[in-house]
């Protein structure tokens, strides 16, 4: 079997492998085991891809430092100007996201009483509550619009 790449999608395989192992890798760090086998899956994938770097014209992306034994890895260059910035984006939205439906469900729980939601669940047929929660989160997405975590504290 032979597959066929643009160097554009050369390139873009490189760096969706690189994001989903820097993923794996934190995961593997943190959780443990079963993430250790995906990172090893990925960083053996990135070796196998980047032999051919050079075959794509994209030779910069392999460190010629750190090449043992034939492997090659990603230089830091891409690191920096690819997966970082991905990566930051994408914690950067989680975190705001998570706090504003976390924060969300704590202000619509003191606002209804646990049987006015169990009413609102058998009404609906379902536990889901996004449409409800919106007005709730919108105020947080909108405080982290325009502040940022600023004027975030805690209150005793």
């Given amino acids: ?13 490189i760096i969706a492998n690189a994001i989903s192992g820097w993923i794996f890798g934190i995961l593997s760090d943190a959780i443990g085991k079963e993430y250790k086998k995906k990172n090893q899956i990925s960083e053996e994938l990135e070796k196998h891809l980047l032999k051919y770097a050079k075959d794509f014209g994209i030779g910069d992306f392999i460190d010629e430092s750190e090449i043992v034994e034939g492997e090659n890895y990603l230089d830091e260059w891409v690191t920096d100007k690819y997966i970082y910035p991905v990566i930051k984006d994408y914690v950067d939205f989680e975190v705001e996201d998570t706090i504003s439906n976390e924060l969300a469900w704590r202000d619509f729980q003191r606002d209804y009483t646990k049987e006015q939601i169990k009413e609102m669940e058998k009404k609906k047929g379902s536990d889901y509550f996004g449409p409800e929660l919106y007005k709730y989160e919108k105020k947080y997405w909108d405080e982290f619009a325009k502040h940022g975590f600023s004027r975030l504290g805690i209150k005793e």
């Fill in 1 to 13: 079997m032979q597959i066929e790449f643009t160097k554009e999608q050369y390139k873009n395989l």
